[in-house]
């Protein structure tokens, strides 16, 4: 199948089929995974959550609304997929026990160290930073994605920010921080 | 060259967060460009901290995705069901009709509201048709839809008596002089749970000879095959064998309880039947959680050959 804009996937797969689904978590599934990896820090639970995740997708794609963004959309249904996940869960997590994964060996300290600073914030700015960091989102995608207006992205994201800098600095003055 | 009389906003002012996020983010304008290098310059701690910020910023740059497990795909491509939520059978009533109880599901994810639906027509148009060729059939029917969680009602109609071989209508019952077939469902989403319960009070034989009436109903997800609740209850002169038959997988069957109170079914297992005797009022109830928006319960109502369907869906 030719490579089809995300529109197009979107009408073939409303129209059940299945190979353009399958295009769709082709473009999708790494984004949708690595989300859910930063948010819960758990490998298993990530691949659980982007199961999830397609599945909601799969069955709900009538429901969405063309003039949004499908990843948006898609990043929308991670992240609350990923937040109720990590809430179920109920306990907070040291990340001393990260996965390393594929990850470039010369790049390994700075994975740690933002694992590290992200595993201290809350939930929701974790996500916020993932979003606007590692993803690239604009304010407003991710005022959709986390259903905030921007003002509250804006003042969301400085605080994290804030809160990571003083992590990351402290860190790097004592790794063990 | 600096306004002398700019003065720099406080640390914490919207001011000040926008020029800091906008220069960390490369998306400010001339003039916001101006100020924050204004402020910069006027503020050493102002721009040690943008530096420390921005060295933050550059750690992430650093970070690479991790690709996604080789199998991910495949297990992804595995759990979707066979067919979209949308296909549904084509035997359903193309119209709805036009009452039909909605409800906004608050919480649930999506760009509009999930709501209930009810093809609450073709549930009463099966009743009336199973009623009609046979008046000595008895059937009566009450359907509650209900969330358990905020416990709203959305939607409920309830019994009703009409004199054999007359259409139901409206109304979702009927019955005969020689017994009747109640069917409750309570269908929920999300945090609710799915109910169905049949009870069949089945006249004896022997005081209405000649009358053979047998119900069959069906439950499926009519996405997914591998749901498959099977019941089947009537007064042939034989034992009446009612079949439910799940995957445990798939649908959490929660119980199947016998209407004197007797659980008799656990979530463990996929199978249960229950043989009913000629006469015995018999009944069960069973219930199922459906937890995805898109869920559907279909019901087969079958008197011998002929075979109706019915669909409740959840969207």
Redesign the interface.
Known sequence: MAELSDPELVIR??K?D?GA??ML??RY??????AA?RILHD?LEA?DV??CV???V????????SK?KLFS?IY??AV??SLNARKSRRRYEPLDDIPS????SG?QD??D??DRALGRLSPEDRAV?IL???DGFSYNDIGFIMDWPN?KV??R??AA??H??EI??AQQVNPRA | MRNPDFQRPKPTS?AD??L??GA??GDLTSLERERFEASRAADPEFAEHFE??V???R???????????PH??A???A???K?????LPKELPDELPDELPERAIPGS????P?VIRLRRRSLLDLIAAAVQPRPAFALAAALVVGLVGGGALVGAFQGGRVDPGASVGAVGAARSATGEIIAEETLTVGKTVVNVAVTANQPDPADNPGTSPTLSATSTRTFDVTFRNEETAGTTGSPVQLVIVTDPAVIRLVSFEALDGAVAFSAEAGRFSLDLEPGQTGGYSFSFGAN???SAVEVLLREDEQVERRLIEA?
Not at chain 1, 58 to 64: H, I, R, V, W
Not at chain 1, 101 to 104: I, L, N, S
Not at chain 2, 59 to 69: D, G, K, L, S, T
Request: some cysteine.
């Open positions: 797969c409303r059940g299945r689904f399958e978590v082709d599934q790494t984004p949708v995974y690595n990896l490998p691949e982007s199961q397609f599945l909601k799969y069955e709900n794609l009538d429901s969405f609304d949004y959309w929308r249904i609350n997929e994964g594929d990850r470039a790049r700075d994975e160290v933002i930073v606007k960091h590692l003002a804006k003042s994201l400085y920010r804030q990571l800098k990351v600095l | 919207e967060l926008r800091l996020n960390l983010d420390k910020l060295a933050v910023q750690v992430f740059e650093n970070v690479q995705r991790v690709e996604a497990p991910l795909k297990r992804i491509m759990a979707l069901p067919e979209l939520p949308k296909e994810v999506g760009t509009r999930a995805q928006l898109g969207w």
